[in-house]
Every structure is written in structure tokens, then in C-alpha cells.
């Protein structure tokens, strides 16, 4: 049927009037909520102004009118369809410390991602190992800086004493900060290559992994063990274990994508990514404070033996967070007697 | 719920939404080029506060360099990802660059964005800004339908163009008594008989623009229109034609096609 544009527009404009003034109401208002009464004219308005578009797509050839009623439509649309969370929602402190509780029973909900970048890291390390083992001369091609090539000299430096002077808390905690943004930067950027089917995550592991094998067998080798654990494991108790989240948000990221489709409630599930990305990122805070403040203090100041024992707490502290704080999982198998 | 109900459609530059109630409605994307000067733009302002707060912790901080630099060097990183998830999460997918360049982010669905979609977007900047320039990001834009870069993507939301737009304007051109061609109604009855929605609104597009279109423009497009219809639709008898300019032609069929007079037979 041919649209008489002029009468029509005539007809309806009244109708698209109200919409906008009432669109424009809802749209100034904070919170959004609609009463009963503006509820059922923005229904019937939008139901009209629907009817209308139609009209004008099938019956006419006007692409200005089209493209103002379609902007109008989807602006109903969206009022009528989306629900925004309550103010008084967002502005409890209870529902933010409720991360606190979510990051572990996230962590064990996707802990097979976990698994996958635990076994990733741990061939990384396994061939960063061997070939340092087995082919001294490779400490050159995997080792890029001076001091991980060459540990006698950088641990006598330490244990010397030299650049104590500048070992202030001031430049300490300028230190941890700039840990704390590089380390997440990585871990972020583990997390984000999950776009990649997981391939940019598992080869950042990888290297990650091949690296500490490395110098973890560069210094035992040269008979430095305990030097590297009492330098390495304060923070790196919490650091390794969060690049290793980075891997499994990283990980489960891809999975997300590769099933897509099937996957009804994608809303739920990047909020689990963010759950994990979030709680990574405060493990790190950790690592970074205990880097620069700890680990850089080394024996006639803090013996060995009391930094391994202080990474060790800290790593039983840690699992017993990730293993037991929050709700248990359900099983999702139905109990037999239910059925 | 309503993202699994929905179906979704894209051409090169829109976004096709059809709505449980099967209204089928589009949405403008946004190109790669206002959406880097709108990011641009965000970058300064986000330069702008991060100096101001560095300003006041240097001056607060000027006994203890350290622990300022510190707290700059937190800042600054937390800012740089909050600025652009807060400001979308609260304030309906705009930044202040993406205002000021008439753009929003949405959700893929046609509807507003949540927070976690903001967050999950601006934190997938540290892929999409690699290698420099935000290179990755473009790149996934231009080879997406849905011009989304990777944090779109994951999150599930695309930028739109949201200018606003006014009802077009009511002519009056139609306002005319006497229709010469409504003395020839089988013709008259054939030319609505031939005439597609199409070809209709375009002849009254045609004549609403009038003053828009320049003199030369118009008298072209108007004589192509009354010649295509006098040959290929409706032609009407030469001598009623020669005597009409080709507005006034096309006035006519137009007055045929939607008017709701009949047309009757010439009196005497």
C-alpha cells in the first residue's frame, strides 16, 4: 500500500511528540524506574510508534522519517528492555567486598584452566631448564639481562651491600609501584590474549615459564639455591601463582569465544573473568609491596632461612585463601534420591 | 535475557536489531576515524587530571618524593582504565570524547550497556592499544561487521552514531485545487496501478525538497522523473503535457497517487 507521507506524519506526529517528551523524561531521571502509569504509555507508544516505522519501511521510501522513528524506537526499546541497577545497589560496601569471597569460588570453578596454565608454565620451565643444564652457553640466548647470566657477581653486589644507600622506604615504595603496574600490565595482557584461542596466553606462559627454569637452574648450578629462593619467593609466591590466574582467565577467555553460541549467559560469564582479573590484580599489590620492601634485603640484614620460612607462610596463607575461602561448589550432578 | 531473544543482522555501517515483538530497527555504527578522535580527545583529558592530581601529590608529597611518585604512578594506571569504564558504565555508554563526537557505546542487543561490559571493554585496551596507536583495535574494527575491536567483542558491545534528529518537516506542496489529471481517470487509475511505494515517495521526497536542491539539480531531476513516467508508466495525452512544466507534472501524479478523490470524467 503507498504511504501518504504528509497526512500520515500528520496523523502520527502528536504520538512521536509524547514518545520523545516522555523518552526524555525517563532519560534525565537517575535511576530510570518507571511507575505503573508511564510504564503502560511507554508500552503503547512504543507499540505505536513500532507500527509506524513499519509502515514507513514497507510503504514508503523516506529515509529521513525511517531513521527518526527507528532512533526513536530503539530509545524505547531500550527503556523498555533494560533494567539498570538500583543506586542504593551499587553504593553498598557489602556487595564490593563481596570480591573478597567471589575471586576464590571463581578460582575453583574454572580451576582446569588453572590446571592447563600450571602444566604450560611448567614446560616453559622444564625446557628453560634443561637446555640451561645441558647447554651452558644457551644462558646467553635465554637470559636477556647482565645479572641473571652472571649470578656470582650480582649476588656478591647484594650481599655487599652495594646500592644499599639507596635502599629508602621512599624509593622502595616508588619501586613497588612501578612492580605493581608492570606486573599487572602482563598479567592483563595474559588475560586479554584468550582472544587468541588461547594461543598468545599459553606461548606468554611459556616464555614466562622457560625463563624461570633458567635462572632458577643458572643459580642452583653455581650453588646460589638459597640465595635465589630468599630473593625470589616472597613476592614470587604471589606473583608466579597470579601470572598463572592471568593463564587460567586467559584460558577460559578463549573457551568463552570458541563456544559462544552455546553459551546463553554471556553476561555471567565475563563477569567471572573480571573476578578473576580483579583478584589477580590485588595478589599482585601484595607481590609488588613484598618485592621491593622484602625480597631486596638480603643475608647479614635478613638471614635466608627467615625469607624462605616468611615465602612459605605466605604460600600456605595463599592456598588455604583460594582453597577454602567463600561458598563450596555444588556438585552439579542431581542426587540420586531426587531423581 | 533479552540478547538471546533477539535476533541480530549488520550491514557495512549499521547494526539491524529485531526486537521480541518483531520490529526490525537499525542502529548507525560508528567508523574507526571518529572513534580514534574521540579516544583522542579522552587521552588529553585523561593527561589532564592525571598531571593535576600528580600537581597536588608533588606539592603534598614534597618531603617524601617516594611515596609521591607512588601514588602518581598508581594513579596514573588506575586512571587510565577507570576513566573510560566508569564514565561508560554510569553514564550510558559515553565518555566526554564520545559526547562531544556524538558516539555511545551499547550493548550488542540495541540496549544500554552494564558496568561489567564497560569494565571488560576498557580493560581489553591493553591488547587493543598493541603494538602503538591502537593498531590491534583498529585492525579488529575494520575486519569486524560490527566495526568492534577485540574488547567489543569479548564484552559483547559496539559503538553507535547518535546524532539527534528531528521529524522531517511538513510541506505544503500538495495544497493545490485543481488536478488536470484527474480528467483521465483510466490513466489516471493506471498510473496507481504502476506506481511502487518507491517510485510514489520518491516523486513526494522529490517535491518536499524542493527548496533544498539547487535550481539546476532540480529542474534535471525533476525532468527525469516526469519523462520516466510519462514513457514508462502513465503516459497521459501530449497536449495536457506540453502545457505543464515538469514540477507541475509531477505535482499532479503525485495528487493522484495519494489523494483520495477519485478521478472523475470532464464535465462537458
Known amino acids: 500500500m503507498i504511504l501518504n507521507l504528509e497526512r500520515f506524519q500528520a496523523q502520527a506526529r502528536p504520538r512521536w511528540n509524547n514518545l520523545e517528551s516522555l523518552l526524555g523524561v525517563l532519560e534525565s531521571r537517575p535511576d530510570r524506574r518507571l511507575n505503573l502509569a508511564e510504564a503502560q504509555q511507554l508500552m503503547e507508544l512504543y507499540a505505536q510508534t513500532s507500527a509506524d516505522l513499519n509502515r514507513v519501511t514497507h510503504g514508503a521510501l523516506a529515509p529521513e522519517l525511517r531513521q527518526y522513528l527507528e532512533r526513536l524506537v530503539a530509545r524505547a526499546y531500550a527503556e523498555l528492555y533494560y533494567a539498570p541497577p538500583k543506586r542504593s545497589d551499587i553504593w553498598q560496601p557489602r556487595r564490593w567486598f563481596r570480591i573478597f569471597t567471589a575471586f576464590p569460588e571463581s578460582f575453583r570453578r574454572q580451576s582446569r584452566y588453572f590446571a592447563i596454565a600450571i602444566l604450560v608454565t611448567l614446560l616453559g620451565c622444564a625446557l628453560g631448564g634443561l637446555a640451561v643444564r645441558y647447554d651452558p652457553a644457551a644462558v646467553d640466548v635465554l637470559l636477556p639481562a647482565d645479572y641473571l647470566r652472571n649470578p656470582g657477581e650480582r649476588v656478591h653486589q647484594e650481599e655487599q651491600g652495594q646500592g644499599e644507600h639507596i635502599k629508602t622506604a621512599q624509593n622502595e615504595a616508588a619501586f613497588s609501584a612501578e612492580l605493581i603496574r608492570h606486573n599487572i600490565q602482563v598479567a592483563l595482557l595474559a588475560a586479554a590474549l584468550g582472544v587468541t584461542f588461547g594461543i598468545g596466553t599459553a606461548l606468554l606462559l611459556f616464555e614466562n615459564g622457560v625463563l624461570l627454569g633458567a635462572v632458577a637452574v643458572n643459580y642452583t648450578r653455581k650453588g646460589f639455591g638459597l640465595f635465589l629462593s630468599a630473593w625470589l619467593l616472597p613476592h614470587g609466591v604471589f606473583e608466579i601463582p597470579s601470572i598463572l590466574i592471568a593463564g587460567q582467565a586467559g584460558f577460559y577467555l578463549a573457551r568463552l569465544l570458541l563456544h559462544r553460541r552455546e553459551n546463553r549467559n554471556v553476561r555471567e560469564s565475563m563477569r567471572e573473568w573480571l573476578i578473576l582479573v580483579a583478584g589477580l590484580a590485588m595478589m599482585l599489590v601484595w607481590a609488588g609491596i613484598m618485592e621491593a620492601f622484602f625480597s631486596q634485603h638480603h643475608a647479614p640484614v635478613l638471614p635466608y632461612g627467615f625469607k624462605v620460612a616468611v615465602a612459605i607462610a605466605e604460600l600456605v596463607l595463599l592456598a588455604l585463601y583460594l582453597l577454602l575461602i567463600g561458598k563450596r561448589e555444588t556438585s552439579p550432578v542431581v542426587p540420586a534420591e531426587s531423581r | ?268
Open chain 2, 1 to 268: 535475557m533479552t540478547d538471546t531473544q533477539s535476533a541480530r543482522a549488520s550491514t557495512a555501517a549499521d547494526l539491524t536489531i529485531i526486537t521480541p515483538e518483531g520490529v526490525l530497527f537499525r542502529l548507525p555504527l560508528a567508523g574507526p576515524a571518529s572513534r580514534f578522535y574521540a579516544m583522542l580527545l579522552d587521552i588529553v583529558i585523561v593527561l589532564g587530571i592525571v598531571n593535576g592530581i600528580g600537581l597536588l601529590v608533588y606539592w603534598s608529597f614534597a618531603k617524601v618524593p617516594g611515596y609521591g611518585v607512588m601514588v602518581i604512578t598508581l594513579a596514573e594506571f588506575a586512571i587510565g582504565f577507570a576513566y573510560g569504564a566508569l564514565l561508560e558504565g554510569f553514564w550510558n555508554g559515553q565518555t566526554i570524547g564520545k559526547r562531544l563526537f556524538n558516539l555511545r557505546v551499547i550493548d550488542q542487543a540495541g540496549l544500554p550497556l552494564r558496568i561489567e561490559q564497560a569494565w571488560v571493554r576498557n580493560l581489553m585496551r591493553i591488547l587493543d592499544a598493541l603494538p602503538l596507536a591502537y593498531l590491534v583495535g583498529g585492525a579488529s574494527a575494520l575486519s569486524s561487521p560490527l566495526m568492534q575491536r577485540f574488547g567489543d567483542r569479548v564484552a559483547g558491545t559496539l559503538v553507535v552514531r547518535q546524532t539527534a534528529l528531528a521529524a522531517p518537516g511538513e510541506g505544503n506542496w500538495a495544497r493545490q485545487k485543481y488536478n488536470s489529471f484527474m480528467e483521465y481517470p483510466s490513466i489516471a487509475v493506471n498510473l496507481r496501478r504502476a506506481a511502487t511505494p518507491e517510485l510514489a515517495s520518491l516523486i513526494q521526497e522529490a517535491l518536499r525538497r524542493r527548496n533544498e536542491l539547487a535550481p539546476y539539480a532540480r529542474r534535471e531531476l525533476y525532468r527525469e522523473l516526469a519523462k520516466y513516467l510519462q514513457s514508462e508508466v502513465s503516459p497521459f495525452p501530449d497536449e495536457l503535457v506540453e502545457r505543464l512544466s515538469d514540477e507541475q507534472y509531477l505535482i499532479n501524479a503525485s495528487g493522484i497517487l495519494f489523494s483520495d478523490q477519485r478521478p472523475v470524467r470532464a464535465q462537458g
